[in-house]
């Protein structure tokens, strides 16, 4: 039997009974599979790779060994709330690179949209390469690699973080728990195995991060104030009850500055936009109407508490004909 098919008769995991006997299935399978060696995984802090980890470290302990590359693109908290629950909680074996310099240097001036994609993934390749060749003993890859990866690319899927390690770095093999599950099912799992619901229920979030969202050449200010506006965004979305009812949201910056006035004075400040859409497939996406209250108080936290930004406005468009992200 493919052991990359999902069988016919495997029942979906909807219930918490049903995932802790996955959990359990699983935990046994690693074991068997890994024995006393150990296992290296990127660890992003989204959903599949949050989860392998937490479910390994679950079967293994030490024996895993997670590196969280902080390419300086991450949304506001994301890199502390891995080191809080990763090691501060679950007492993983992680490695945390803060490679904020590295990556914000390479990009510097870089507006291409692909470009800046190439050169993230790139770095990150070799971030990851050159941690991995520190480290000793290490006989297996494990990935986050879920059904939906392997139904869309045929049975073959380069890890969605790592992009692919030199043909040098052999390993025994990959260790893959939840590569039968679709998202659904892997966002109830890693609930049952006790990760924070802001971590299981991480909205899609791009590999590039915040630098497609930092339109154009990402600059460090401009950068910080993405991530601030980003960050009053989802706390009011959250106050307002709005976090599990809309699919996605996030805001941008672009790279052009627009007329405003203060205390008097005329200045040259950054626009914010606000993207929010509510899809099934992602395929096609509807924009949701917001409340117009929850909207202005949005609006006013970021022109207050955001340096830098004179205007908000609210994207509109559906998709298609505009696409989900801005880059």
């Given at each position: 039997?493919?052991?990359?098919?999902?069988?016919?008769?495997?029942?979906?995991?909807?219930?918490?009974?049903?995932?802790?006997?996955?959990?359990?299935?699983?935990?046994?399978?690693v074991?068997?599979?890994?024995?006393?060696?150990?296992?290296?995984?990127?660890?992003?802090?989204?959903?599949?790779?949050?989860?392998?980890?937490?479910?390994?470290?679950?079967?293994?302990?030490?024996?895993?060994?997670?590196?969280?590359?902080?390419?300086?693109?991450?949304?506001?908290?994301?890199s502390?709330?891995?080191?809080?629950?990763?090691?501060?909680?679950?007492?993983?074996?992680?490695?945390?690179?803060?490679?904020?310099?590295?990556?914000?240097?390479?990009?510097?001036?870089?507006?291409?949209?692909?470009?800046?994609?190439?050169i993230?993934?790139?770095?990150?390749?070799?971030?990851?390469?050159?941690?991995?060749?520190?480290?000793?003993?290490?006989?297996?890859?494990?990935?986050?690699?879920?059904?939906?990866?392997?139904?869309?690319?045929?049975?073959?899927?380069?890890?969605?973080?790592?992009?692919?390690?030199?043909?040098?770095?052999?390993?025994?093999?990959?260790?893959e728990?939840?590569?039968?599950?679709?998202?659904?099912?892997?966002?109830?799992?890693?609930?049952?195995?006790?990760?924070?619901?802001?971590?299981v229920?991480?909205?899609?979030?791009?590999?590039?991060?915040?630098?497609?969202?930092?339109?154009?050449?990402?600059?460090?200010?401009?950068?910080?104030?993405?991530?601030?506006?980003?960050?009053?965004?989802?706390?009011?979305?959250?106050?307002?009850?709005?976090?599990?009812?809309?699919?996605?949201?996030?805001t941008?910056?672009?790279?052009?500055?627009?007329?405003?006035?203060?205390?008097?004075?005329?200045?040259?400040?950054?626009?914010?936009?606000?993207?929010?859409?509510?899809?099934?497939?992602?395929?096609?996406?509807?924009?949701?109407?917001?409340?117009?209250?929850?909207?202005?108080?949005?609006?006013?936290?970021?022109?207050s508490?955001?340096?830098?930004?004179?205007?908000?406005?609210?994207?509109?468009?559906?998709?298609?004909?505009?696409?989900?992200?801005?880059?």
């Amino acid at each position: 039997m493919d052991s990359n098919k999902r069988p016919d008769t495997m029942e979906r995991i909807t219930t918490p009974e049903l995932a802790e006997a996955f959990i359990a299935e699983q935990v046994a399978a690693v074991r068997e599979q890994v024995g006393d060696k150990k296992v290296l995984l990127a660890l992003s802090g989204g959903v599949d790779s949050s989860v392998v980890a937490a479910l390994l470290i679950k079967a293994i302990g030490k024996q895993l060994v997670c590196v969280h590359v902080n390419h300086g693109l991450m949304r506001k908290g994301e890199s502390e709330q891995v080191i809080e629950v990763f090691k501060n909680q679950l007492d993983a074996n992680l490695i945390y690179i803060d490679a904020t310099d590295r990556f914000l240097d390479k990009l510097a001036g870089v507006a291409a949209p692909e470009t800046k994609r190439k050169i993230i993934g790139g770095e990150f390749v070799r971030v990851f390469e050159e941690e991995a060749r520190k480290l000793e003993g290490i006989s297996f890859l494990a990935q986050g690699t879920i059904y939906p990866d392997i139904l869309e690319s045929d049975g073959v899927k380069a890890h969605h973080n790592v992009g692919g390690l030199p043909e040098d770095m052999q390993f025994e093999g990959l260790v893959e728990p939840v590569k039968l599950l679709f998202k659904d099912e892997v966002r109830v799992v890693g609930k049952a195995l006790g990760l924070p619901a802001s971590m299981v229920d991480r909205q899609p979030f791009p590999g590039p991060g915040l630098g497609v969202r930092c339109l154009g050449a990402i600059t460090r200010d401009r950068l910080h104030a993405l991530r601030e506006s980003d960050a009053i965004l989802r706390e009011e979305f959250d106050n307002a009850g709005l976090t599990g009812k809309v699919w996605q949201f996030f805001t941008v910056v672009p790279d052009f500055t627009s007329t405003g006035v203060k205390d008097g004075k005329r200045l040259d400040y950054w626009p914010v936009i606000i993207r929010a859409v509510n899809t099934v497939d992602a395929m096609a996406c509807t924009v949701p109407e917001i409340d117009w209250a929850v909207l202005q108080k949005i609006t006013n936290r970021i022109l207050s508490e955001v340096d830098g930004v004179c205007r908000v406005c609210y994207d509109m468009s559906p998709k298609p004909i505009a696409t989900i992200e801005w880059e």
